[in-house]
């Protein structure tokens, strides 16, 4: 198998019965895809590029480790314009659309300067025309966004280009109906009185984490990571530099509440717990 920054953990993992121990041993911080659960929810979204940043490693740790087992390093590794992985074929849809029909978006300058773009996704999925679809350019796999906008009726395509640049098609295949879901997340916010209740209410229950330090998407996967071993009685207490949108939805799909205090621009704090 030939391998390169961009290729899964899961599909490492998938292709060698060692490459999982294999991959433990590189890092303290690996011990946790032992566990079936975590590993389900962390492998197939990360890629040697981003487990190399979780683990305080280097892609080629990672080479080093894994060419024993039979994997070979593609040229494409350390080259930004070679494709990293291979790529589905492009839809009979997205195919049978006239250029003008795809409204194109990089957000990879707005993330590098700490800004959200959510808002403007938001804005241009509610502008689409029936026959457009929408173009969202990053330098990684928008997992979140792509499970926002599947409960909305979008289908997705993703398409490697190089180690710095995914495109992400959203489209619909079927006229569009209103929805009474939309891709606005209420945020839940709380006041002063209800936050400092439920620090006491889990007083000495607490674990905390800071995510501010790290790269989207990683705040998300650790928290949901952190949250997949959480105690029934505890409460996770983050650290974070923005209102995670994304997280939002995930948390009511997974029966957890949430509260948020928002102290200053750039300093979030939220409380999670599971719903009883």
Not at 36 to 43: D, E, F, G, I
Not at 75 to 87: C, F, K, V
Not at 135 to 153: A, C, D, H, S
Request: glycine share 4%; net charge negative; with cysteine.
């Amino acid at each position: 198998m030939v391998i390169n920054e961009q290729t899964k953990i899961a599909a490492l993992i998938k292709h060698h019965p060692d490459a999982l121990e294999t991959i433990v041993k590189l890092s303290p911080d690996f011990k946790k895809l032992r566990n079936p659960v975590l590993r389900k929810l962390m492998a197939g979204r990360a890629s040697i590029a981003m487990a190399s940043k979780m683990g305080g490693c280097t892609p080629d740790d990672f080479y080093n480790a894994l060419k024993p087992l039979g994997f070979e390093v593609g040229q494409s590794s350390n080259e930004a314009n070679d494709t990293p992985t291979e790529n589905k074929p492009l839809p009979k849809y997205l195919e049978s659309l006239k250029p003008e029909k795809i409204i194109r978006f990089d957000v990879r300058e707005l993330l590098a300067g700490g800004s959200d773009p959510l808002k403007q996704i938001q804005q241009k999925v509610k502008a689409l025309n029936e026959g457009e679809a929408l173009l969202i350019v990053n330098n990684f796999e928008p997992v979140p966004l792509i499970k926002l906008l599947e409960k909305q009726g979008f289908e997705s395509y993703v398409k490697f280009i190089d180690k710095d640049t995914i495109e992400t098609y959203f489209y619909r295949t079927s006229p569009s109906k209103k929805s009474v879901t939309t891709t606005e997340t209420e945020i839940e916010t709380t006041e002063e009185g209800d936050w400092e209740q439920l620090l006491k209410q889990f007083e000495n229950n607490l674990e905390e984490i800071d995510v501010r330090h790290l790269e989207m998407p990683m705040p998300m996967m650790t928290i949901l990571e952190a949250l997949e071993v959480l105690p029934e009685n505890k409460a996770l207490y983050v650290h974070h530099k923005r209102i995670p949108v994304f997280l939002l939805t995930e948390l009511k799909d997974r029966n957890f509440e949430y509260r948020i205090r928002e102290v200053k621009e750039g300093e979030v704090y939220l409380l999670i717990f599971k719903n009883k």
